[in-house]
T-cell receptor, first 114, second 113 residues
Framework: NAGVTQTPKFQVLKTGQSMTLQCAQD?????MYWYRQDPGMGLRLIYY???????DKGEVPNGYNVSRLNKREFSLRLESAAPSQTSVYFC?????????????FGPGTRLTVT | AQSVAQPEDQVNVAEGNPLTVKCTYS??????LFWYVQYPNRGLQFLLK??????LVKGSYGFEAEFNKSQTSFHLKKPSALVSDSALYFC???????????FGKGTRLSVIA
């Protein structure tokens, strides 16, 4: 039982390049989330998907797109990377909506945009 | 809109002493409150949550938290700190609707031997 997996673990991009961060969970959870973590800023929600087939914007969605490919997978795409998107990205899943279940986090992707 | 504040960026405590990591919140209605811990180069791990009922909530690794509605606080506590408790701690809140969780900025706990 792997929980939440993310690929890649590290990535360096040049400004303007694109990339997709992959996330998969094997807990049959309904909801999935993408966060970014920056020093002194805590975790900020980029996008979330409350169920397969739905996605919603979080606090900081600009510059990102997401796809809920199926119940297991939720990808985050940067179409034209900018230095301001240098961050650590975390994917998470939970058994919501409904009761307030805890979220399970992946190990993160450390992205540097030069 | 819901919000959460962790007033201390850093907390230092000697091993064996009690520790407290503070959290205050703002939410419409009754809050759902969570604590998570992050060890270096890892994702966040769930520690405990308050949904309803007893104001004192017990969680993983000997941690507990007390919900105080009048002070809108949910402080994390442990009677005797371990060096291995050194990590980054996040408080989070959501309201009773299906709105996403909102995280605080985190408090770095350093337990000194």
């Amino acid at each position: 039982n792997a929980g939440v997996t993310q690929t890649p673990k590290f990535q360096v991009l040049k400004t303007g390049q694109s990339m997709t961060l992959q996330c998969a969970q094997d807990m049959n959870h309904n909801s999935m989330y993408w966060y970014r973590q920056d020093p002194g800023m805590g975790l900020r929600l980029i996008y979330y998907s409350a169920s397969e087939g739905t996605t919603d914007k979080g606090e900081v969605p600009n510059g990102y797109n997401v796809s809920r490919l199926n119940k297991r997978e939720f990808s985050l795409r940067l179409e034209s990377a900018a230095p301001s998107q240098t961050s650590v990205y975390f994917c998470a899943s939970s058994d919501e909506p409904g009761l307030p279940w805890e979220q399970y986090f992946g190990p993160g992707t450390r992205l540097t945009v030069t | 809109a819901q919000s959460v504040a962790q007033p201390e960026d850093q907390v230092n405590v000697a091993e064996g002493n009690p520790l407290t990591v503070k959290c205050t919140y703002s939410v419409s209605g009754n809050p759902y409150l969570f604590w998570y811990v992050q060890y270096p180069n890892r994702g966040l791990q769930f520690l405990l949550k308050y949904i309803t009922g007893d104001n004192l909530v017990k969680g993983s690794y000997g941690f507990e938290a007390e919900f105080n509605k009048s002070q809108t606080s949910f402080h994390l506590k442990k009677p005797s700190a371990l060096v291995s408790d050194s990590a980054l701690y996040f408080c989070a809140v959501r309201d009773p609707g299906n709105t996403p969780l909102v995280f605080g900025k985190g408090t770095r706990l350093s337990v000194i031997a």
